[in-house]
């Protein structure tokens, strides 16, 4: 038997055919496999192996061992080298990451959401004990906005501080107690873990409380809280321990590893530094980084990784000090970031030589090697796509204007221009959605481009920043933007002043597509979301026997198709025939029986291939955050990534290779929306350096609340969290215990407690609704007309100033849709306003009072086409959404004109009486109708006239859904 073989740890056999997480503790100095419990005892050692998919179906490696805060130094260093060995045995290609207690990499902890729970003990070790099955009460300290650090600490009320989340978890309730001076996000992750723990030593039976700093209630949770402490009392100060010493990023150093002592490479770090036969050191302060090449052998890795943890224990560096080793070819981004050169599109070599090594052995040994040389079936799936039946319209970019594109023209894109796309579409039953993206041609000008984006980010503001927007480059066409357009046909030439004075300039030919050129199609696809025609060179050296060709020679049209094209290929191009040229009578020419006509318009038989166009490799999708550090662009992976990742106070960005996003949370400032592109770009920039990216790729802004199916498929998504308002924590807290569950923040401010709100808002209804007569209430106030009590007047105003009043520590409600406290402190004053000036209503038998008090806009409601015009900022754009958003209490009496009460399948003529002309009633009337509700403009109009402008009775109109009705009354310019 080979040394090789003797090496392979029988623990380690059969290891990584299969995807997931495989863990082995040390006993004895060697592995032990365990199953994937999420326990890890203070007192041992682990190694932990990740199995995931990476190009082409291959599999990726990490490597992970984890040393407990009371381990052994012995086992610590049995559980590097078996991560060595066990490197060996997926052959040599696998990246390494030591573990330290308490200071676990994000990458490790995301492998065990929502977090690890270190246990006291170890089979090793002399204080070895189980885990006690009585209850204990424990006190944690919650850290970490998407993964969590939870650390146990003294159940002492010197062990709580301003800064931290903390979790007191006892038998028969968990509090969460939030710093005054905590961060939101990392309030909600630990509400994630209170679950995990309600679930897993409670049997999901227990109470659940939240209480804030600074807050005291004897009668409440609070009160509770304070009492297993012995009693209130201030709280100290955060004190710093070893544990939370990090050292920062400081500028890389390279040292080559020579007899195992690390000497200094000197000059700009560059991949070329890494020498093949060598193994190096990269020290950037907080992290340690350890490289091989793939000629070392497993005796040369050991004894460098030995002089990396020398290395490190010599500068007497703190225990969160990270320490990874990379293979030569299978560098991470984080590596390659930290060179000021590295080639594009640097391949992995020698992968399946690795692999190949790896089964021989293995099958040496007995071992089953099913999965570990075959690559992972191609998925050729549809991928979701964008609901069809929309509207849709497209604009041309010339100079500072755009032009629209007749219906004809739609799916005809010239090389040399820019277009803007505009698509609404109905997702179910939710609102309008939009598709809003730029597509730039593969000769288009700078400055077209440039104004085709302004116009677009103009027109989104207009639409209050809903659209998913994106820039699309000619040649890289996503395939829901394909699938709006049957067929797509990319010409040469363009249209646009810019690109023809461009022409003319540099001395070109300009060679617009025209009906009577000669011109050549490559037809490409066969489904909706890949089948685009695209004009090439008309010469015979492009044709391929895979494909269909259209070949115009001014009006003859002939129809190309290679012996091993497709059927649906055939009726595809004559499809594309009809588009350009409709009418046209196509001639047949199949491979092998062209006529001397057919190539002498191609300038003569030349010979051409018979390949197959290869598809771009599918890769996994990978999120990131995002920083600028010292003016450099940096990010960070979020690892595994849910949807809970995406926390409304952040920007992230969604790299699947083949398209990017950039994720805008609600809560992110007005400015960083605007930049939201400029961060993509950024990325993209970066990403092409290191990771072979495109630098065309499809680029997408996707804002919070309007995310479409082709980004959600990335993730297991639930539209119900996507409904949830409020903050980070205010989210989670409703998802987890209902919206009804009361949750603290002092972090919006100064807001009301849900008493005092009550208060006000019981005060406020019932000096609305109140009526004489009725028992418990005052009579009508004849002085001023109205049904309201002075003393009711009264009592809403102490309401609503005790609620302004209210001290930072009192509770606030459940999240609620519409926002902020200041938005409902604001609705609470429009509302008491109205109280208190209210005049004695006209009584009309088919208007409520409370509809009838509304005040009519401001100004009217735009048009559908308003937005081509409009300009401003988003955030005037989301004002105006709020204020048409908010309820008929917040603004004041005054109408002329009863309002319609109709609903969605009422009768108008049973709601309203009053009749207007249709004149009158448009938007943009000459002679407009005031005091009326603009949002139900068709109500106004006669039995006839609505007959007649709408081809249906009043009755059915209403019966029809939403968005239906919308959509006629924008046809109607009654929208």
Excluded at 183 to 210: M, P, S, W
Excluded at 906 to 918: G, H, K, L, N, R
Aim: aromatic share 10%.
């Amino acid at each position: 038997m080979s040394s090789a073989a003797k090496a392979l740890d029988q623990a380690f056999q059969g290891v990584g055919q299969r995807l997931g997480t495989e863990i082995w503790r040390i006993e004895n100095f060697q592995p032990v496999p365990l199953s994937k419990s999420g326990k890890f005892y203070m007192g041992d050692s682990y190694i932990v192996l990740q199995t995931t998919p990476g190009k082409g179906g291959a599999y990726l490696y990490d490597i992970h061992f984890w040393i407990g805060k009371d381990t052994s130094q012995d086992e610590a260093g049995t559980a590097a080298i078996k991560t060595v060995e066990l490197d060996a045995v997926l052959g040599g290609r696998a990246v390494q990451h030591r573990e330290i207690q308490g200071h676990e990499s994000d990458k490790f902890l995301s492998y065990f959401k929502p977090c690890i729970i270190p246990l006291e003990g170890g089979v090793a070790s002399g204080f070895t004990k189980p885990e006690e099955e009585q209850f204990e009460t424990r006190l944690y300290v919650c850290r970490g906005k998407r993964v969590v650090r939870l650390k146990q600490v003294p159940f002492a009320r010197s062990s709580l501080n301003h800064d931290d989340v903390f979790i007191l978890d006892t038998e028969t309730k968990i509090y969460q107690f939030n710093g005054a001076n905590s961060n939101i996000q990392e309030r909600a992750k630990a509400l994630e873990v209170i679950q995990f723990l309600k679930e897993k030593y409670h049997e999901g039976t227990c109470d659940v409380a939240i209480v804030d700093d600074g807050k005291l209630d004897t009668e409440s949770d609070s009160g509770e809280f304070w009492v297993l402490f012995g009693g209130f009392a201030p709280i100290g100060k955060k004190v710093t321990s070893e544990d939370d010493i990090v050292l920062e990023t400081t500028s890389p150093k390279l040292y080559s590893i020579i007899d195992g002592e690390p000497k200094i490479v000197d000059g700009e770090l560059s991949k070329g530094m890494l020498e093949n036969n060598n193994c190096y050191l990269l020290d950037c302060g907080a992290e340690v980084f350890v490289w091989v090449s793939r000629v070392t052998q497993v005796e040369e890795r050991k004894a460098a990784s030995q002089a990396a943890e020398e290395f490190v224990a010599s500068q007497s560096r703190p225990k969160s000090t990270r320490m990874t080793w990379i293979i030569q070819g299978y560098e991470t981004r984080s590596f390659k970031s930290k060179f000021d050169f590295w080639p594009a599109g640097s391949a992995a070599p020698g992968a399946e030589e690795g692999r190949g090594k790896v089964a021989a052995l293995l099958k040496q040994q007995g071992v089953g090697i099913k999965g570990m040389t075959k690559s992972a079936p191609v998925n050729e799936e549809v991928p979701p796509l964008l609901e069809a039946g929309g509207k849709m319209e497209v604009w041309c970019i010339n100079g500072s204007a755009k032009t629209p594109l007749p219906k004809e023209d739609i799916g005809k894109y010239y090389s040399g221009d820019c277009y803007i796309i505009l698509y609404t579409h109905h997702s179910g039953d939710r609102k309008e959605d939009y598709f809003l993206c730029c597509w730039f041609g593969k000769d288009s000008i700078e400055e077209d481009q440039r104004m085709a984006a302004r116009l677009a980010n103009t027109m989104s503001n207009s639409l209050k920043g809903r659209p998913v927007q994106g820039h699309i480059f000619q040649g890289k066409e996503p395939p829901q933007f394909v699938a709006l357009f049957q067929p797509m046909v990319l010409l040469k030439g363009g249209l646009s002043t810019g690109y023809k004075t461009y022409i003319e300039e540099q001395g070109l030919t300009d060679e617009t597509y025209t009906t009577e050129c000669i011109a050549l199609f490559q037809i490409s696809g066969t489904s909706s979301h890949t089948n685009k025609a695209v004009q090439v060179d008309a010469v015979a050296s492009l044709l391929n026997s895979m494909e269909c060709f259209l070949l115009q020679t001014g009006s003859s049209v002939f129809n190309w198709h290679g012996n091993q094209s497709t059927y649906e290929h055939q009726q595809l191009a004559a499809k594309i025939a009809e588009f350009l040229k409709p009418g046209v009578a196509l001639k047949h020419a199949k491979e092998g029986t062209e006529s001397s006509a057919f190539w002498f318009a191609l300038g003569g038989k030349q010979s051409y291939t018979s390949k197959k166009v290869s598809q771009e490799i599918v890769r996994d999708p990978h999120l990131f955050t995002y920083s600028i550090n010292k003016g450099k662009f940096e990010v960070e992976e979020v690892y595994n990534f849910s949807q809970d990742d995406l926390l409304t106070e952040d920007i992230l960005i969604l790299d699947s290779h083949a398209e990017v996003f950039v994720w805008v949370g609600q809560s992110v400032n007005s400015k960083e929306k605007q930049d939201a592109f400029e961060i993509g770009k950024k990325y993209i920039e970066m990403a092409v350096s290191m990771e072979g990216l495109s630098p065309n790729v499809p680029l997408y802004k996707v804002t919070e609340g309007n995310e479409p199916s082709f980004f959600t498929a990335f993730f297991s998504w639930d539209p119900t969290k996507a409904m949830v308002q409020g903050n980070s924590f205010q989210k989670k807290a409703a998802l987890l215990f209902g919206v009804g569950h009361a949750v603290e923040d002092k972090s919006s401010g100064n807001q009301g407690g849900p008493t005092q709100r009550a208060s006000a808002l019981a005060a406020l209804n019932s000096a609305f609704n109140s009526t004489s007569g009725k028992p418990g209430q005052p009579s009508q106030d004849r002085s001023n007309g109205s049904t309201q009590g002075p003393t009711q007047r009264a009592a809403a105003l102490a309401a609503l100033s005790s609620a302004f009043s209210s001290s930072p520590g009192t509770k606030t409600p459940p999240p609620k849709p519409s926002g902020t406290g200041g938005s409902q402190r604001a609705a609470a004053v429009a509302a008491l306003s109205s109280v208190l000036t209210a005049e004695k209503p006209k009584k009309s038998p088919d208007v409520s009072p409370t509809r009838s008090s509304r005040s009519p806009p401001s100004e009217e409601v735009k048009s559908e086409n308003a937005y081509s015009e409009a300009d401003g900022s988003e955030e005037v754009a989301e004002a105006k959404e709020t204020e048409e958003a908010a309820p008929a209490s917040e603004s004041t009496e005054g109408d002329s004109q009863p309002k319609p009460e109709i609903d969605q399948g009422d009768s108008a003529s049973e709601s309203i009486q009053s009749t207007f002309s249709y004149d009158q009633l448009k938007v943009h009337s000459e002679n407009p109708v005031t005091g009326i509700d603009f949002k139900r403009r068709e109500a106004y109009l006669s039995e006839d006239e609505f007959q007649t402008i709408f081809g249906m009775t009043k009755e059915d109109f209403y019966k029809l859904p939403k968005w239906k009705q919308d959509m006629q009354k924008k046809k109607s310019d009654l929208f």
